[in-house]
């Protein structure tokens, strides 16, 4: 292990974190409340970053193993102390607890332990700072300092990859930088766009950069108590709906729309299956509820509107609300607990096993079946009209392996809590798949777990946005044994 | 620049390894998954699985924007379709590594009509080097600048050497040649000396002075030694054919050991050469065939480890140079602590080619690059610029005024047919050709002003 390199990177990550706290400082400032909070964890952060900026590594060789425990230890120590706010405004005031709320903003989760009805009393500048981390955790901060440090030092490709999702991570240009730029142009521009068209429907315009962090880092925090459905805003609904869409999408498709590489868009099979069953179960859905005994909707535009809401919503694990899917018919919670577990697309700011793994999942189950009763045959794996390596769908499969366990084992230990097998199951789906709303008692708040559970959630929601490895690399005994 | 790598092996990755740490966008295409995982996992670079003559890869590689396109795939034929391919879709340049002697004139017909840029043949190019060493017994490289005018040579100092343990200024005096020692490695630190740096036993120096000049140097180093002329040469493959064609009349002085007898008829047929059948790590043959007496060794067989033995070997049988092929660029620092000090090699001969091709493109845009060689072990970079305007600070100003950065050095001005050494007061005019050392990176004459 390169523990210099390490201390460098991380170093550079918490700097970078001071740096964002100057938004949220200012958005207090504005607001009339106290900037103290924020200042004072600048500070810190400044104190504990600056003496790694003196740390100069004569050796900059940097494997695998030390860049996924670099963007494992980054996520953990940016969470750490990007929860300091909360507890020094004295809007949380138990550390355990901001520090999960802060981890469910960076991972996107949106999972929040503010007791139901308690946001809106919040001050705004704390509040603004809890939906940021969603926006910086979407597109990744180690993502973030690629594309700020000039020549990147050493190997650095594995932070990148150990950060980004999905199964395979291609760079969009052959420059890590340039990549990793492009990547940030595309999602603040977006994010922009967002901003621009919230503020149209009427919205003020801190709710709309709220809102706006909240979409493109399918994160999910809102400011209001009820969410989404506290604005019964009908146009701001569709628009956050189509940008929950958009960022679930994976971003190489904007950037083939730049280069005007259509023929790219056409053949790319993820988007399509992404958008069918975004789409598929949105009708399943609006249906269901609108057909349900307990006579929820009484017009089907207005339930077509809160399945497509909600199913958008879900998909791209943000986690926004405008229904209580909660008290929705079974059939429609069924759906969207599906949705839950697939997530949107690789490469996108969303969680969950993400589509494109569904579809090799999909693929090599045909061919393994087909095996089966003809046993000589050859069938190469395509995606995108590309072969897929061997490599890939292996990997793919061991993921699923991994990511079943991953959930199986916090599900087991959070069962201990004492809540109900609705709660506990849909809790640590929630929190491993970044949605954030769970079923059962979590649905609006994670206010009703103990300390530790809450802690264990807070490290299964790592565990999901990291797509699990660099975790695992962090906390298993062989990577700290001394050779 | 935007480049192309057709092929991941040992070649591919090192060029590629280079050209990253330059800031080049690259792209490398290979048809072998693993290579090709292990690259772009190791560098900062795309990986596009598949085979480089496609017509369809090439353009999704993005060859039409493409600078520079380098094919060093293992096979010729693969690389000279993708050349051709490469450049009717559009690339600016290109390169192929071309092994088989027999394509060479077809690629030179298809460089006119194609109008492709370079071809290199790693045997023939370590081929000429070998022929460069040999003219200076006891150099372990040999560049050349200026079209050849100027000549820099790397050898170890020894303890019985004349020129051990004497400042470079009492050098200067004692040695009625003119030379300029413009680069020493002691340890792992390259210095570039000043007049009172004082030569210890096992620098490696690098001096740079004309062609006969160094012949005169290095006759006065090495005693009565004239140039190498009994060579005894292990291995007949390709770099022993074009050293052989190199040589001309005097490779009938040489004798060369080879073990596969269709080869020893084959190079006795084609030249007037002395060969013998045999295995060349056997003592007793070398013995026979004289390395006692030898002036020179050159180890060129196809295996590694065999070249590395035979010249330990003859490094203890006190054989004045010792020139040996090593194929696999992994080993040649293990070699080059066993002693082995002057290391031919085709693999590094190409890198470092198309290292210097894909440097002069570079830096024509703004400068003019003449060539480029890095040495004591790429520590130093030696440059040749031509001056072609007016440069504040640098024309018509002398040399010990010139406000130079740290460790970098004038190292030879040549003026029309003239090799000036400078001293203190020599000056640079527009039209000359300097050469320029530094231990840093330099892509303009001007970055050596402070």
Not at chain 2, 35 to 54: F, M, P, W
């Amino acid at each position: 292990m390169n523990y210099k390199m390490l201390g460098r990177f991380l170093g550079l990550v918490l700097l970078i974190e001071a740096g964002l706290l100057i938004f949220p400082m200012l958005v207090a400032l504005i607001y009339n409340e106290s900037a103290t909070p924020f200042l004072i964890t600048i500070g810190i952060l400044a104190v504990v970053s600056l003496p790694t900026r003196f740390i100069k590594p004569k050796n900059k060789r940097f494997y695998a193993k030390d860049g996924f425990i670099c963007v494992a230890l980054s996520w953990i120590l940016l969470s750490a102390f990007g929860a300091l706010p909360f507890v020094l405004s004295g809007a949380i005031t138990n550390y355990i607890d901001a520090f999960f709320e802060t981890v469910s903003g960076f991972t996107t989760t949106g999972a929040s332990i503010i007791p139901a009805g308690g946001i809106e009393a919040l001050p705004k500048g704390v509040l603004f700072w809890r939906s940021f981390t969603h926006w910086i955790g979407g597109m990744g901060i180690l993502v973030f300092m690629l594309a700020i440090i000039p020549n990147a030092e050493g190997n650095v490709i594995f932070l990148m990859r150990a950060e980004v999702p999905g199964p395979q991570k291609g760079k969009l240009v052959p420059k890590l930088k340039d990549s990793s730029l492009i990547l940030y142009v595309i999602y603040l521009a977006l994010t922009l766009l967002q901003v621009a068209a919230l503020l149209c429907t009427g919205m003020p315009i801190y709710d709309c950069l709220i809102n706006a962090f909240g979409t493109m880092g399918t994160g999910g925090f809102s400011v209001l108590n009820d969410s989404i459905a506290g604005y019964n805003n009908p146009a701001a609904e569709i628009i956050i709906a189509i940008f929950l869409i958009i960022a679930g999408t994976n971003y190489n498709i904007f950037f083939y729309i730049l280069i005007k590489k259509f023929r790219a868009i056409s053949k790319n099979e993820e988007l399509k299956l992404y958008l069918s069953i975004v789409f598929i179960s949105t009708l399943l859905i609006s249906v269901n509820i609108f057909n349900s005994a307990a006579l929820l909707y009484d017009s089907f535009g207005h339930a077509l509107r809160d399945a497509l809401f909600q199913a958008a919503s879900i998909m791209s694990t943000a986690g926004f609300t405008t229904a209580s899917f909660d008290t929705w018919p079974y059939f429609s919670q069924t759906v969207i607990i599906i949705l839950m577990l697939i997530g949107a697309s690789a490469g996108s700011t969303a969680g969950g096993l993400k589509v494109s793994r569904l579809l090799i999942l999909f693929k090599s189950m045909k061919r393994e079946a087909r095996k089966i009763f003809k046993p000589n045959s050859v069938k190469a794996l395509k995606l995108d009209g590309d072969t897929l390596s061997e490599d890939t769908v292996r990997s793919t499969l061991s993921y699923f392996v991994f990511y079943i366990m991953a959930m199986i084992i916090p599900f087991i230990i959070l069962s201990l809590d004492g809540k109900d097998f609705i709660t506990t199951s849909t809790s640590v789906i929630a929190c491993f798949n970044n949605i954030g709303p769970a079923f059962g008692e979590a649905f609006s708040s994670y206010c009703g777990f103990s300390d530790p559970a809450t802690l264990l959630l807070s490290f299964v929601m790592l565990f999901g946005r990291l797509e699990i490895m660099p975790m695992l690399v962090l906390f298993s005994p062989s990577t700290w044994k001394k050779n | 620049m935007n480049i192309i790598i057709i092929g991941s092996g040992t070649v591919g990755s090192a060029i590629c390894s280079q050209l990253v740490k330059e800031g080049h966008d690259v792209t490398v295409i290979d048809s072998d998954e693993k290579s090709l995982s292990e690259i772009s996992n190791t560098y900062d670079v795309t990986g596009i699985l598949g085979n480089g003559a496609d017509i369809s890869l090439l353009s999704d590689a993005g060859v039409e924007n493409a600078d520079l396109l380098v094919a060093v795939a293992a096979m010729d034929e693969i690389n000279m379709l993708c050349c051709y391919a490469a450049k009717k879709l559009g690339a600016s340049y290109t390169v192929a590594r071309i092994r088989n002697p027999e394509y060479i004139p077809f690629m030179n017909l298809m460089k006119s009509d194609a109008n492709l840029s370079m071809t290199i043949n790693p045997e023939y190019a370590t081929a000429k080097e070998i022929v460069r060493n040999l003219k200076f017994p006891g150099a372990t490289k040999v560049d050349t600048f200026c079209d050849g005018m100027v000549e820099m040579a790397e050898f170890t100092v020894t303890k019985n050497s004349p020129i051990c343990d004497l400042s470079l200024l009492d050098l200067r005096e004692k040695l009625n040649i003119k030379f300029l020692v413009c680069g020493v490695l002691r340890g792992d630190k390259a210095y570039i000396p000043s007049g009172t740096f004082v030569l210890k036993e096992g620098d490696s120096i690098c001096i740079t002075a004309s062609e006969e000049e160094l012949v005169k140097f290095f006759r006065l180093l090495g005693g009565k030694r004239k140039k190498a002329k009994h060579l005894i040469i292990t291995g007949a493959g390709r770099t022993t054919y074009y050293l052989a064609k190199l040589l001309g009349k005097s490779i009938a002085n040489a004798t060369i050991i080879e073990r596969d007898e269709a080869r020893c008829e084959e190079l006795s047929a084609e030249y007037n050469i002395s060969v013998t059948h045999g295995d060349s790590t056997s003592q007793e043959l070398l013995l026979e065939e004289g390395i006692e007496s030898c002036d020179a060794f050159l180890a060129l067989s196809d295996v590694d480890e065999e070249n590395a033995i035979v010249s330990m070997y003859a490094k203890k049988m006190g054989v004045p140079q010792i020139i040996t092929m090593i194929r696999s660029l992994s080993y040649i620092n293990f070699f080059k602590d066993a002693g082995i000090d002057s290391i031919v090699s085709p693999k590094s001969s190409t890198v470092d080619y198309i290292l210097r091709f894909v440097r002069g493109m570079a830096d024509a845009q703004d400068s003019e690059i003449e060539s480029l060689h890095t040495v004591l072990d790429g520590k130093i970079e030696a440059l040749e610029f031509v001056i072609k305007e007016r440069i504040d600070g640098l024309t018509e100003t002398p040399i010990s005024k010139i406000k130079r950065i740290p460790n970098s050095l004038i190292a030879c001005i040549a003026r029309g047919e003239d090799i000036i050494i400078p001293s203190g007061n020599d000056i640079i005019k527009i039209g000359d050709r300097v050469i320029v050392l530094a231990t840093g990176s330099i892509n303009n004459i001007k970055d050596i002003l402070n």
